[in-house]
Structure formats: structure tokens, C-alpha cells
């Protein structure tokens, strides 16, 4: 038995003061919350700011297949924002800066998945790690324990600088250019907390790079991106960053643009500073679904935007940590514990196949970093517990979780790879495949994400067995990527992945069906360069069976040496369409119930008294029709696009969304013609006035969209216009579809 | 006893690891039709993971687990707040625990039938900050363990070992030779529960 009766208590001496003292308000607010002395807006903002995040149902409701049920918690009318029952169990965001993390933090956050959440540690696509099921009472102590060890979960969400992300292979990587750790970590040290970062419109992430061409640091879809660069300097060979802003995936893409091509090392703390300092300044407030650096970026121009930072920075207080760091850059060094071996031949046929996918030598010889599989990035305390102990033993280094949600050793002696290998497959971590096909990233989706419209969790993991256990996968399909996003959001990251799937969903005689919507050509190197376009929304239920389509025409069909991006720019999305064309049906319920419910979810994902009655039986199949149309003239805009037509492609996609707004505003006024501006005028005033056409969680964002195109008048010529006004358009018409499937079912 | 986080697995010898699946829809069903007698929100499913969870009836007071720790498929159940007065804990726990394994035994859409063992069980405490892993931990509950589960197998002989790493939570296998079926278990801790259904 211990004596102390707190964790409060207990931790006292090895906490920092700075985080005990803000854990010990954090208890304050919550106290203060409970006596209706804070508001919810301002709990809810002050709760995200530490960690604390809502999940799905923690409005107190929940369907159960048949109705929406009231969950009772017993705090009653008692929230922690607006719409968030208090007893609601939520996530818990655990910030891990370049996902580096020490065997004795490992284990801490292992018991805390054992006392306080459900016996899973998830790994996130920034490197975070993330616990479900929390209940917010539980979280200071939850919070007491990760200070001891280190780790703050401050600014792990709301509008703040977020995890700040890096390459895993920092400082072992054979392409690097230099070691970005110190940097990376410098950042994630100096901006946590600062004046600077309080003054948000919305989150801001960033992200580092040892170099250009592999894909571990995302700086393209960054806030703030910085690649490492040596240029020469008065004959010498001088530290920097190619310095990003403006990345950023979410509902429409936008690939990060050069603030500076060359930001020496001195320069990069205070550079990102003045960036902090203009976002905060002029980024939007009001609009959160425009109020991104990238909208900004944007919106300004890089160049004038380029010219507001370089002003800023002149204005800036000198502080001396922006070149502490520099004086020593070798304090996160990794001393490894073995002499480096030779890595001997033999072994099993499943070693063989793990040290084929899992493992890559380090720059050093004699070293290798070993990839941890994990299945959907989960694991449980003992698998983890057991990851800590082998690095103890073997490397005496901090593991690293990866973007692609798994964990990474570094500095294991070549030689030791057998027995590393045998202890991780004693506990179910042995597997193979880390990086092809089979090694699926996924956000939460529909399992505990309050946004998420279809079961991405749930399609990753069948995709994962179909994959790796019964379907068999063409060798040159392999190495692709695929991402799955739960909805428009892209936390799966999606757009950048060879294939890519997000949530959408569909109404089929009455009934809503959960679908995919396949994204195709994304580049998941170069840090995340280029992102996909969709083809068409396939029933969930479906998606295998087009993986294994796209997998085999692609293996069949592809020229020497030729990549799935550039595979797809030739043949045309509108081959890749054909391909998958017949799956896009949806057999009737009677005919195949299974279609309407989603990956490990047996409720009925249709409410049951959709499409019941007879006005809407009548009303319905127009409607369907003229989304139909929409999404026809949509997916020709991409078509055309491909072919060179820029301007003509922009004009399809505008035509897209007038066919939609047309399909839902003739349900209101049955002498809608066919003129564009009374289409536009009448669909303000019948859907966008009334707000039935407004997104619970975006607002009117998809409806200016349309205004945006319709305004504009003369038309996009460039490719990323183009483009751009594609991916708005898409994201249109799945609005109208989701408008449409609302006012059809009221209990929906 | 004073320990307000608590957990007590019930193993079996015939859930398929591979195939637990089949549970989902259960669990779904008993949220819908209020089969138990608390507050329980959803179900998630770690069935991809090697000897984990499996899948989980996760609820506001407690977590109902289909669990795979340890390669030992077993029903375990969570008690994580609004403990009932500390002399009703364990009693509490097992009730509910075997109560969930009747209800999965009998249920008619499983096939095969769960079955549960009645003669083991694991007993964890899942709070570091009163109970270690360690001997003097597990000496100061052995008493109080060993009066409950002298009333629960009605004196039958029972073998108490403390199991898992210092790292884990407090953890003790209950091995008894005799132990009566699970209905007379459930029957000797309070009966079934029966919710609102």
C-alpha cells in the first residue's frame, strides 16, 4: 500500500511546477464548471486546450438501429460545452513531439489505458497518442501522471499550435539531410504556451522534414512545413529550412506554399513566430470553417503574406530561445546500447517476410530501425509494456510513433534482429507488411469521432484482413497506400494516398446506405505532393471487391517502373470509373439487408421510418435524380480536367452544384426554371435562409461554394482553380445529399 | 474494500478468438433493450488485436469485456465508478459478471453457446495509486479475498495467486476444485439482474 492518498500528492516532487501548477487549474475550472461559475463555451475551449476532446453520443443521444435513444447520465443537466453532457466519456489527446517517446513514458501510458480508459493505446496520424472513454473527472490525475514522466497534454487541441510532427528516421535516415529532431523539438518547445499562439482562429500545425522526397514529414499538407537544407555560405556549409504555409487536407486540399526557399537555422524559431503572430492577427475568427492559415495564405497571397511575416519579424522582442538550442545540438542524441553487427542470413519464413517490409538499415552502419505493426494503430498495456522493456534492452533509445499510426525502434544492433523479432511476435506485434497495401491508416470515423459519417475503422480493418489474408495481392499492387477518412475532414489522410476513401453516405429508396467515396492518384512522397480526385462514391459493403479491381488493373496494366499517380494520369479517371462502375449499385434492403449497416456495426444505418411516407415516396426519386445528374457532370468536370480543359472542367463542376441546388430548391418551388440566377436566388431563399441547407458543424461554408462560382462569372483558367473548384463542388453535392437525406427524415 | 476500480474476468474454453464478432450485435441488443440494469453507451471492437480487449460494452459505471488478455478468452467485467458501498464490491462485481455470462450462455443467436468456467477467476485492480503488484499488496486483501470467496463456493477450497509483472495491476488468480454450476454462483451473490427490457 502507498501512504499518499492522491496522485497529487503522490507526484508532487516530480512533476515540473509549470505543469502541476496548470494541472492544478485545470482541477480549478473543472470545480468551477461544476458550480456554474465558467460557462460552456469557455469550459469547452479551456477543456480542449488540455486534451480533453468530446466523442461520439456525449450529447446524450444515441440510436440504436430502430430509434435515437436518451443516454440518462446521472450528472443531469450538467455540461462541459455546448451540446456535451458532462458523465459523456470523451478522448483524451496525448501530445508526443516528433511522436518520441521514452520506454518509462510508454509504460506510464499504459496504465493509464488499464485505470482509465478501455485497455487500448491508439496511435494517431500526427503522432499523438489517444485514449477513448475517458471521463473528464479522472482526467487531472490522468494528467499528474504524464507530467511526471514528462509529457504535457497542453494545447493537444483547440485552437493552438498543435503536436509539432517529424520524420521517425530523424537523425538514422540514409536521405536526410541533417538531423531535424532538435530542431522539430526547439519548435514544439519554444511555441507551447507562447503569447504568440493564444490568439487563434483555429489550429495550427506543424511538421519537419529531413529532406524532400520521402513522405515522413507531410510538410505539404502542413500549416507550417520546414524541410531541411544545407546551402553554402561564405564558403561553409550553413544549417536552414525550406519554410512552408498553408498546407493543410481537410474538406478542400491546399498544398503548403514557399514562404522562403532557404530560412537559416537562427531564423527559425522567430520566423515561425511571426507566423504565429500574423495568423493570429488576421486569420479568420468568426468563420471557423475559413479560418485556417491556409484560407489566409490564401486569401492574402503567399507573396503579400510572405511580406506581413518578414514585417513582423523585424518587430519581434529578441529571445534568447530562438538560438539556446544551438549552442548544443547534440543533447537529443541517441547513444545506442550495442556495437553495431552484421545482420545474419536464416530465420523463418515469417522473419524473412517482417525484416523484408518491417525492417531498414540506419545511415550507421551496423544499425537498423525495426517498424512495429499496428494493426489500426491500437495496442494494448502489455504489448506496449512489452515494447518498452525490449527497448530497454536492445536499444536503450525512445521509440518513435510513425504518421502511418505505427512504432518504430531505432538503433537495434543488425544482429539482434532475430531475437528483437521473436520477442515482438511473442506478443502479437511480429507482423509484417508495414508500408504496402495492407497497412491501412485510418482516423476513428464513426467508432468515437462525433464527425464521422461512415465506419472508416471498420473498412480499414476489413480491407486489413481482405488484404493480407484472403485476397490475393498482385506483387506490383503491393506498395500502395491506402487511407480511409471517416468523413470530409481527411484525418485518414486520404487525399494523399494512391487510394484513398472518405465517408459519405447515400439515400437508396428511403433508407441511408453508408458509402465510400474513392479517391484515386495521390501522392503519398515528396511529402505528400499531390492529392487524388474522387471517382465515385461506392457502397461501403463494396469496397473490397474495388480494391481488388484497382489493385489487379493496375498490376495488369501499368508500363515498367510506373507508379499508381502517373498510372492513373494515363488510362484517365474515367477508366478507373469503369472499373468500379457497377459496384456503385446498391442492391435493394430486401434483397441484401447487409448494405445498410456499416464495417462492425450491425444497427441499421437508415433510421427505421425513412422513405415511409407517401409524399416523400413521390418527391424522392426527382430529387435522386437530379444529385444523380450532379454527380454525373461532376465527375465529368474531372475528365475533362485530366484531358487539359481547365476552363471547361471548372465549369462542369459549377454546373454540378446548379444541378444539385436545382434538384433540392424545385422541391420548393415547382416553377424553378432553368436559369442560373433564379436557380442561385431561389436556392438562398428556400435552403440557405431557412438554414436546411446549413452543415451542423460547417455552416453555410458548402452553399458559398456555389455562390463563390456563380459570382464569379468569368471562369477559372488555371489547373489548381480548376481543381480547387472540383473539390468544392464535390463537396457541394455530398451537402445536397446530406440535406436532402435530414429534411426527408426527421428522425434522421 | 476500498477499491472503487475492480475487475473480475470469467473464463472460457470455447469463445473463439478468431470470431468475436458475433458479440457485437449482442452487446448492441442488450444497449438497446435495456437488458441491464445500468447505464451502458456503446461498443467497440479491438477483435484485430493480439490478445486484447476484444470487444467491449463500454457504460458509465462499468466496461463489459469479451476479453483476450493473455491468450484466455474470458468475460470480464469493468467496475469503474459509482462503486457500491466498499463490504459490497467484490460481491457486486462477481454478481455482474456472472450475470453477463448467463445472459451470453443462454442467448439464442450465439452458436456455439458460450460457456463459462465456474471453478476460476481473475480478480485485477485496476488503481496503481492504492494497490501495486506486489507481495505486500496482495497480503493486505488475501483476508478480505479469501472470506468473499469462502462464501461464494461455500467453503469449498480455494487457491488464491497473485499473477502478472509488478508493472501490471494488482491481479490474483481464484482457483477452486469444486465449484458449483454459474447459476448457483449468480444465486449465492444476489441472483440475476434484470434490466428494464
Not at chain 1, 153 to 166: L, P, Y
Request: net charge negative; glycine share 8%; hydrophobic share 35%.
Amino acid at each position: 500500500m502507498t501512504a499518499a492518498s492522491s496522485w497529487k500528492e503522490k507526484l508532487r516532487e516530480r512533476m515540473p511546477e509549470s505543469l502541476s501548477r496548470e494541472i492544478d487549474i485545470f482541477e480549478t475550472q473543472i470545480e468551477l464548471r461544476k458550480a456554474g461559475k465558467i460557462g460552456d463555451k469557455m469550459f469547452a475551449e479551456t477543456r480542449l486546450r488540455k486534451g480533453v476532446y468530446g466523442q461520439r453520443y456525449d450529447n446524450g443521444r444515441r440510436h440504436d438501429g430502430e430509434k435515437t435513444q436518451t443516454l440518462e447520465f446521472p450528472c443531469g443537466d450538467l455540461t462541459k460545452g455546448p451540446e456535451t453532457v458532462w458523465d459523456a466519456p470523451g478522448m483524451m489527446r496525448i501530445k508526443i513531439p516528433l511522436g518520441k517517446v521514452t520506454p518509462d513514458q510508454l509504460d506510464v501510458m499504459c496504465e493509464l489505458a488499464e485505470e482509465y480508459s478501455d485497455q487500448i493505446l491508439h496511435v494517431t496520424t500526427r503522432q499523438d497518442i489517444q485514449l477513448h472513454f475517458i471521463h473528464i473527472d479522472e482526467t487531472p490525475d490522468l494528467m499528474r501522471r504524464l507530467a511526471a514522466v514528462g509529457i504535457t497534454t497542453h494545447e493537444a487541441c483547440g485552437n493552438s499550435v498543435r503536436n509539432v510532427t517529424a520524420c521517425q528516421y530523424a537523425g538514422v535516415c540514409n536521405e536526410q539531410t541533417f538531423d531535424v529532431t532538435p530542431y522539430a523539438h526547439a519548435a514544439a518547445m519554444f511555441l507551447l504556451g507562447h503569447d504568440d499562439v493564444q490568439d487563434f482562429g483555429r489550429k495550427l500545425k506543424p511538421a519537419f522534414s529531413g529532406c524532400k522526397d520521402n513522405p515522413c514529414g507531410l510538410t505539404t499538407f502542413h500549416d507550417i512545413g520546414c524541410i531541411a537544407q544545407v546551402r553554402e555560405v561564405d564558403g561553409k556549409p550553413k544549417r536552414g529550412f525550406e519554410f512552408y504555409v498553408g498546407g493543410g487536407l481537410g474538406a478542400v486540399p491546399h498544398p503548403a506554399k514557399l514562404l522562403e526557399e532557404f530560412t537559416p537555422e537562427e531564423e527559425l524559431l522567430p520566423m515561425m513566430q511571426a507566423v504565429c503572430r500574423v495568423f493570429g492577427r488576421l486569420g479568420e475568427k468568426e468563420n471557423r470553417s475559413r479560418a485556417r492559415l491556409k484560407f489566409l495564405v490564401n486569401k492574402l497571397g503567399i507573396e503579400e503574406f510572405t511580406r506581413l511575416v518578414k514585417e513582423e519579424r523585424t518587430k519581434l522582442r529578441p529571445d534568447k530561445r530562438w538560438t539556446a538550442f544551438l549552442d548544443d545540438l547534440t543533447t537529443l542524441d541517441e547513444k545506442p546500447l550495442k556495437p553495431g553487427s552484421e545482420l545474419n542470413a536464416g530465420g523463418s519464413e515469417r522473419y524473412k517476410a517482417w525484416l523484408n517490409t518491417n525492417v531498414r538499415p540506419q545511415a550507421q552502419p551496423g544499425y537498423s530501425c525495426a517498424i512495429v505493426t499496428l494493426p489500426l494503430g491500437d495496442f494494448t498495456p502489455d504489448q506496449g509494456r512489452a515494447m518498452s522493456d525490449i527497448a530497454r534492452e536492445f536499444t536503450n533509445c525512445s521509440l518513435r510513433f510513425t504518421v502511418d499510426q505505427n512504432m518504430l525502434f531505432r538503433w537495434v544492433s543488425s544482429g539482434d534482429l532475430p531475437e528483437l523479432f521473436a520477442r515482438l511476435d511473442a506478443v502479437g506485434l511480429g507482423q509484417s507488411g508495414a508500408e504496402t497495401i495492407s497497412d491501412i491508416t485510418s482516423c476513428p470515423g464513426t467508432d468515437t469521432c462525433k464527425l464521422g459519417i461512415s465506419s472508416s475503422r471498420g473498412l480499414a480493418g476489413a480491407l486489413r484482413h481482405h488484404l493480407s489474408v484472403a485476397s490475393d495481392v498482385p506483387a506490383a499492387a503491393q506498395s500502395l497506400h491506402i487511407k480511409c477518412s471517416g468523413c470530409f475532414n481527411s484525418c485518414g489522410q486520404h487525399h494523399v494516398a494512391d487510394i484513398g476513401f472518405l465517408g459519405v453516405s447515400r439515400n437508396v429508396s428511403g433508407r441511408r446506405v453508408p458509402h465510400f467515396q474513392l479517391v484515386v492518384g495521390g501522392q503519398w512522397t515528396e511529402n505528400g505532393k499531390n492529392y487524388g480526385l474522387a471517382i465515385g462514391a461506392i457502397p461501403s459493403k463494396r469496397v473490397p471487391q474495388a480494391v481488388d479491381r484497382l489493385t489487379k488493373a493496375y498490376a495488369e496494366g501499368r508500363r515498367e517502373g510506373e507508379n499508381y499517380r502517373d498510372y492513373v494520369g494515363r488510362v484517365g479517371k474515367k477508366t478507373v470509373r469503369q472499373l468500379i462502375d457497377d459496384l456503385t449499385q446498391v442492391p435493394s434492403y430486401a434483397e441484401d439487408p447487409s448494405f445498410y449497416s456499416d464495417w462492425g456495426d450491425p444497427r441499421e444505418y437508415t433510421t427505421g421510418d425513412m422513405g415511409v411516407g407517401e409524399c416523400a415516396g413521390e418527391i424522392v426519386p426527382f430529387v435522386e435524380m437530379g444529385l444523380a445528374a450532379s454527380e454525373r457532370e461532376l465527375f465529368e468536370a474531372q475528365v475533362i480536367l485530366d484531358e487539359g480543359n481547365a476552363p471547361m472542367a471548372a465549369e462542369r463542376a459549377y454546373q454540378a452544384m446548379l444541378h444539385a441546388a436545382k434538384a433540392l430548391t424545385r422541391e420548393r418551388n415547382a416553377n424553378l426554371g432553368d436559369d442560373p440566377d433564379e436557380i442561385v436566388r431561389e436556392f438562398k431563399l428556400h435552403l440557405c435562409d431557412t438554414r436546411l441547407f446549413h452543415d451542423p458543424f460547417v455552416g453555410d461554408k458548402f452553399a458559398n461554394f456555389l455562390f463563390s462560382a456563380h459570382g464569379n462569372g468569368t471562369t477559372p483558367s488555371s489547373s489548381s482553380t480548376a481543381h480547387q473548384r472540383i473539390e468544392e463542388a464535390q463537396l457541394f453535392v455530398e451537402a445536397a445529399h446530406q440535406c436532402y437525406i435530414r429534411n426527408a427524415s426527421p428522425a434522421s | 474494500m476500498d477499491a472503487p476500480k475492480l475487475q473480475v474476468k470469467l473464463f472460457s474454453d470455447n469463445v473463439d478468438s478468431s470470431n468475436l464478432e458475433k458479440f457485437i450485435p449482442v452487446f448492441h441488443r442488450w444497449i438497446r433493450d435495456h437488458v441491464l440494469d445500468e447505464l451502458m453507451i456503446d461498443v467497440a471492437d479491438y477483435s484485430h488485436v493480439h490478445h486484447g480487449p476484444g470487444v467491449v460494452l463500454v457504460g458509465h459505471a462499468s466496461d463489459y469485456y469479451l476479453d483476450l488478455s493473455d491468450g484466455q478468452p474470458g468475460l470480464l467485467y469493468s467496475r469503474k465508478r459509482q462503486a457500491p458501498e466498499p463490504g459490497e464490491r467484490l460481491r457486486d462485481a462477481f454478481r455482474r459478471a456472472l450475470n453477463a455470462c448467463r445472459l451470453l450462455e443462454a442467448d439464442p443467436t450465439l452458436n456455439p453457446r458460450p460457456k463459462f468456467r465456474a471453478n476460476e477467476a481473475l480478480i485485477k485492480l485496476p488503481d496503481r495509486l492504492d494497490f501495486s503488484n506486489d507481495d505486500p499488496g496482495f497480503d493486505a486483501l488475501k483476508r478480505e479475498f479469501e472470506t468473499f470467496l469462502g462464501q461464494l463456493y461455500a467453503g469449498g477450497k480455494v487457491k488464491l495467486t497473485r499473477v502478472g509483472s509488478n508493472k501490471s495491476p494488482l491481479s490474483v488468480r481464484v482457483v477452486t476444485e469444486n465449484a458449483p454450476d454459474l447459476t448457483t454462483l449468480l444465486n449465492r451473490v444476489g441472483g440475476p439482474i434484470n434490466g428494464s427490457s
